[in-house]
């Protein structure tokens, strides 16, 4: 299916990803900030390979399918220590948890960038388009 | 229903279960009370606890239990108990565990800092 990636670089920080988020799920599960004024970040569930969330949760509620780390409520204890787990702080706990579905596979903040700082790709076709991007940086300074 | 506090690592499992079960959190402590409870939740309680803290038994009298909470090495808050990252840390397979000592909000900024770097390095260049 693919995971989302971003493009830090083509992100203006609009938070319209936020917002939809929050419109599909009732609490957003992506975050935006700036940081000095000078650049904005989402951050967001990045379906870990070597997933922590799903190393410490011991009645499989969370755990690794195929490339994502699917959730399954029923079985959720709340214990919080998925919360304590995550590196990248993309798992929010109150009465439920709230963490990345990928919205079952047309994720909301996908669709809604305007600028396509989010993309949801597989590793093969991002590492291309990457170093392509990147190819074509180092070309344009030859040439100069 | 018993708990054995040598083993418990002061997580919120039973007591999402259970309303005799509660938890508070002040001034870097959390406390967790086991009043004197409904045996039918017993089993429930005992698949729930991560630790394996939990037994069958009767406990006539309720007690608390207090964890002394981690804080954040950059905002100072705490954020779990120190023996629930202690727990964490040996269930993960990776040798550099360096985000447990932050909070979940300053891994955010974190991970926002080192892209926009990134970013700004790039448009400085232009």
């Known amino acids: 299916m693919g995971k989302i990636y971003l493009d830090p670089e083509r992100c203006i920080g609009c938070r319209s990803c936020e917002v939809a988020c929050e419109r599909e799920h009732g609490h957003p599960r992506i975050s935006v900030d700036k940081v000095k004024d000078l650049a904005a970040v989402p951050v967001y569930c990045h379906q870990c390979d ?13 755990r690794l399918d195929g490339d994502m780390v699917v959730f399954d409520p029923d079985l959720c204890t709340l214990c919080g220590l ?11 706990l109150d009465s ?15 669709m809604t ?20 991007r990147a190819a074509g940086v180092l070309a344009a300074r030859v040439r100069v | 229903m018993k708990v054995d506090e040598r083993r418990c690592i002061g997580c919120r499992a039973c007591s999402a279960i ?15 009370t086991f009043h004197s409870h409904d045996e039918s939740l017993t089993e429930r309680l005992i698949e729930a606890c991560p630790a394996g803290a939990i037994s069958s038994g009767i406990t006539a009298e309720s007690i608390t239990l207090t964890f002394r909470m981690k804080r954040c090495s950059v905002c100072g808050e705490p954020f779990a108990t120190e023996r629930e990252i202690e727990h964490v840390a040996s269930l993960i397979p990776e ?20 892209h ?10 232009v």
């Open chain 2, 18 to 32: 259970s309303r005799s079960i509660s938890i508070s959190e002040d001034a870097g402590i959390r406390s967790i």
């Open chain 2, 95 to 114: 040798t550099h565990k360096n985000w447990l000592d932050l909070c979940p909000e300053c891994r955010r900024a974190e991970q926002r800092r080192s």
């Open chain 1, 82 to 92: 998925c919360f304590v787990a995550c590196p990248f702080g993309a798992i929010e």
């Open chain 1, 50 to 62: 070597t997933a922590p969330c799903a190393a410490v949760c011991y009645t499989g509620s969370l």
């Open chain 1, 113 to 132: 960038c305007p600028t396509e700082a989010l993309q949801l790709e597989d590793i093969d076709a991002i590492t291309g388009s990457t170093r392509s």
């Open chain 1, 96 to 110: 439920v948890i709230h963490r990345c579905d990928l919205c079952g596979g047309t994720p909301v903040c996908v």
């Open chain 2, 116 to 125: 926009a770097w990134h970013c700004i390095r790039i448009r400085g260049r």
